[in-house]
């Protein structure tokens, strides 16, 4: 028998490689950007023509290769980023593996132009196919020119199975984007067919934001900034009206590289719990920084999932950080800031940090929130309540402005009553459609949604009497029977502690039959079956995550409830009354699940509209 077993040739080996590295022409492309980004480049063109099946072609204007470098660039396992095993766990360039430039070479035919900055002359290569077609001088810019053409024109399949130029040329633009995310001081360009679709100036993240997804993020941007001696966050996250129906604007970056991680994804998501609605995805780029010997990056071959050694600890700061921005920026209201005990016991947690590192970061919420043991963690709340006072008082004050004598006249032209300064504010405030009270402020007028209003003040009165563990109840002359089939009362049974917190005293009575006994003050009679049945909907879809949060969402749901089915502000005293309960809540702006309770209008928009 002969003896069977041959080695691979290397084009073969190249080929295998490639189909791992190289799925399509935005593997590519993220390579060849990351390359030209090791290379120190300031400025980044990328080419693309037929969503880069004909074509896809980086010029940076990086350090460039010598001709021996750039010849050995293309074998397999050519690096000059790794020298041993340990440099596997401390690397902080792109790409490590050796294999981009040997795996493109394998399935393409690739033009290579490059020159050292101190070189007179550059070199030429060309590769087919694995294959060296020429190598030769040539004069080129400093830096690195890469063309692929013809990606997989020798692997029918698997350009067979390539997606519509929309559909690739759309991944390629997602890869584009991230790279130029992680890279805000490099200067990128991108064009598709001859036409410039992205031309990005290097700056700081906010313009790269602003640059890449649209001027309208601009005013949504709300930063995030953390320090402790485990790991740095930073980057902006969207305001909750910025969120939207579709994934796609989520970026993670762990050591500036792009990661997906359901887990950390839902680390931010919960952090808007109550603030956006549950199917919608807000806005993040944010970058993790962490002790690269904490993180395994290379457990993928494209390197977009890690492992961290503490993934429990990660989810927490993240968490922490994204409710510290959105409660700085008065977006949510400062509730429920504990930390789970257990963290504190985590050997993360408990590892020595250094004296440098302690001094870096002590000064950073999270380190003065969770790195002291057996505190009580909870933000302040002052700083928001202040700011808005501040804005209201604004509005209180006696100038008059020419937009509030507008008002003013509309008022008396309506002959609507108005009450002079029964609090001594000095308020305009006029009813619209019984459903919105305009009212003058300093810079023109304010437009406050009234029931929005009322389910925020709900929200925030119920939610303080619930920390107080105080609230009303109110007994039934007659209990109401409340039945319901086996699968909801065991549900209903469950949540019995959490709805006797907020008012509701129930009793089980037979079988699948409650007893209401008493009901939060404030409802309505009539309303407890409906407030109830709503109640058992939402524990029907409340997720087993969920869970520690039922409360606040049986307090939204309460607040919902409390206001929909409430007065009618005719009296000039009683809207003025709901004026100042709203600003006097923690977070006025924003109802608890995130519609927008008031908003602005300037004069100068107002002197806009009038022409
Ligand atoms: P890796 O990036 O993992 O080292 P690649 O196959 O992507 O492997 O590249 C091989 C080597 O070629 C790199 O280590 C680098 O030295 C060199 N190289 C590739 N692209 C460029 C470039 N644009 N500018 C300068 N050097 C480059
Ligand atoms: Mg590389």
């Known amino acids: 028998m002969p003896d069977v077993i041959q080695l691979l040739s290397d084009h073969i080996a190249n080929q295998i490689a490639a189909g791992e590295v190289i799925q399509r022409p935005a593997s590519a492309v993220k390579e060849l950007l990351e390359n030209a980004v090791d290379a120190g480049s300031t400025e980044i063109q990328l080419v693309i023509k037929d969503a880069g099946k004909e074509l896809l072609q980086v010029i940076d204007n990086g350090c460039g290769m010598s001709p021996t470098d750039a010849r050995m660039s293309f074998e397999r396992h050519a690096t000059s980023k790794i020298r041993d095993i340990n440099d596997l766990f401390s690397i902080r360039t792109m790409g490590f593996r050796g294999e981009a430039l040997a795996s493109v070479a394998a399935v393409a035919q690739v033009e290579l132009k490059t020159k050292k900055q101190d070189s007179d002359v550059g070199t030429r290569i060309a590769v087919e196919a694995t294959e060296v077609k020429a190598q030769e001088p040539c004069a080129t810019a400093q830096g690195t020119n890469i063309m692929v053409k013809n990606l997989f024109y020798n692997v029918p399949a698997r350009r067979h199975f390539l997606k519509s130029n929309t559909t690739e040329f759309r991944h390629i633009v997602d890869e584009f984007t991230r790279v130029a995310l992680a890279h805000p001081a490099i200067g990128f360009r991108l064009w598709n067919n001859n036409a410039e679709q992205f031309h990005l100036e290097g700056g700081n993240l906010k313009t790269r934001i602003v640059g890449l997804l649209g001027n309208s993020y601009e005013k949504n941007l709300v930063p995030v900034e953390e320090k402790t001696d485990i790991l740095n966050i930073s980057g902006f996250i969207g305001k909750p009206e910025a969120a939207t129906r579709t994934r796609g604007m989520q970026f993670f970056f762990i050591n500036n590289r792009f990661i997906r991680n359901p887990y950390l994804h839902h680390a931010v998501v919960q952090a808007y719990e ?333 002197d806009d509209m009038l022409g």
């Open 274 to 606: 109550g603030l956006i609605e549950k199917d919608a995805f807000p806005f993040y780029v944010l970058f993790l920084e962490v002790d690269p010997a904490r993180v395994d990056v290379n457990v993928h071959p494209t390197k977009q999932e890690v492992k961290f050694e503490d993934d429990r600890l990660m989810y927490t700061y993240l968490n922490a950080a994204v409710k510290h921005a959105l409660a700085r920026y008065n977006i949510a209201p400062s509730l429920d800031f504990t930390l789970n005990p257990e963290i504190q016991q985590l050997s993360s947690v408990q590892l020595p940090s250094t004296h440098e590192h302690r001094t870096n970061t002590e000064k950073g919420y999270l380190f003065n929130t969770f790195t002291g043991k057996n505190q009580a963690h909870f933000i302040e709340k002052k700083d928001s309540l202040q700011q808005w006072k501040e804005l209201y008082s604004i509005a209180q004050s006696p100038e008059v402005s020419q937009a509030s004598q507008h008002i003013e006249h509309t008022q008396q032209q309506l002959h609507v009553q108005k009450e002079t300064d029964s609090a001594g504010a000095g308020h305009n405030i006029l009813l619209v459609q019984g459903s919105m009270l305009v009212t003058t402020v300093k810079s023109g007028m304010m437009v406050i949604h009234i029931r929005r209003a009322q389910e925020r003040i709900w929200y925030e009165r119920l939610l303080q009497e619930w920390n107080d563990g105080s609230t009303p109840s109110q007994q039934l002359l007659f209990p109401i029977s409340y039945e319901l089939s086996p699968q909801d009362a065991i549900l209903l049974n469950e949540a019995l502690p959490d709805l006797a917190r907020i008012g509701f005293d129930i009793a089980p009575f037979g079988q699948n039959t409650f007893a209401v006994q008493g009901v939060p003050t404030e409802l309505p009679a009539g309303e407890e079956k409906n407030v109830l049945d709503e109640v058992v909907e939402q524990l029907k879809h409340e997720s087993p995550d969920a869970v520690g949060k039922r409360a606040d969402t049986l307090l939204i749901n309460m607040a919902r409830r409390l206001s929909r089915s409430r007065y009618t502000l005719q009296q000039p005293e009683s809207q003025q009354a709901l004026i100042d309960e709203l600003f006097a809540c923690t977070q006025p702006e924003y109802t608890p699940d995130g519609k927008k309770v008031f908003t602005m209008i300037k004069k100068e928009q107002l």
